[in-house]
């Protein structure tokens, strides 16, 4: 799990597919739930990246959207 968390504008962040695949769930299915139920997650559970973040190659073009 460790390498799976990046550090970005100095927040622990994790990729949403690989949050998902922790919890045996589809990514889709996880970003509803999110979306459906913004009480039952910590105010800072969402994380959206900018246009340069998404780009840089140590994210590896991975980042949709991310959850910190």
């Known amino acids: 799990i460790a390498r799976q968390i990046l550090v970005i504008r100095g ?8 949050l998902a695949a922790l919890y045996d769930v589809p990514t889709k ?3 509803e739930q999110v979306k459906r139920n ?3 997650f910590p105010g800072d559970f969402v994380f959206a990246p900018t246009r340069a973040e998404r780009d840089d190659p140590e994210v590896g073009g991975r980042v949709g ?3 910190s």
């Open 11 to 18: 927040q622990k962040v994790m990729i949403d597919a690989d």
């Open 29 to 31: 299915r996880l970003n």
């Open 38 to 40: 913004p009480g039952r």
């Open 65 to 67: 959207s991310l959850t």
